[in-house]
């Protein structure tokens, strides 16, 4: 259960949502022809991650989308936190607010679901705020991706997988790379798009995710070698990262050259 304070009042307090047919249209981005980056909580290079000025700041980063985590409150908000529950913690935004900054400034969204039973309600506040393919959806839960699939199935959604090192190397000690990849698993959830941990993301697995007409996303890539090695491999479509500014530069950088941090 999600540990949200005064969401009810954040809700009355927020200024009137504008839908997407308020807005001008955001240029739409032609056929991919290179690997597309998602600032994960908004980035870490300018703020803290997760915060109003992280998803601010990745306007101007030259990223295509932007990562957030969307949970219920225990109030029945829609909010956007990246370690929600935690009593410590900031205070969650609301998912919608993180939406309107996204949207108004051009980046796409990339909503992550944290939790189950609210997916149409999260993909019609997205619809309204991003307007129809400007945005996509990933859960590690293969139920949600059906019941999104069964309502909007016009809408992108990931199933994710290999959440830390253990699951990945629980996989390991049963089957040899690349066959502990559960691309059986990911193909009969009928996602469109793999969102898998980057210690997955293996020639040979990339290789049979591609074939099996699946879409890649890596998650969450920060070290300059794996960044520049996913920028550059075609079987990639999308990269997570808590450096979108230095992955966005390092993929316009000719080969061989190092881009400023």
Known sequence: MLLVTDCAAA???????RTAADRPPAPTLKAVDQVLVSAHSGGAERARPGSLAAYEAVVTSGAEYAEFDVGRAAGGA???????????????????DVMRVLADGGVRGHVDLKGTGFERDAVELALAAFGPGRFLVTTPDRESVAVIRAAFPAVSVGLSVGFGWGSVAADLRR?????SF???????????????????ARPAVLSRCVAAGLRVMVWTVNDDRRIGRYLSDPRVGILVTDRPEYAVRRRVQPAGSTPSR
């Open 175 to 179: 089957l040899r790379w690349p066959w």
């Open 78 to 96: 829609l909010v956007a936190q990246h370690s929600a529950g935690r009593p410590a913690g900031p205070a969650a935004l609301l998912a919608r």
């Open 11 to 17: 809700e009355a307090r927020s200024p009137p949502a």
């Open 182 to 200: 559960p691309l059986a698993a990911v193909r009969a959830s009928g996602a469109g798009w793999v969102a898998m941990n980057y210690r997955y």
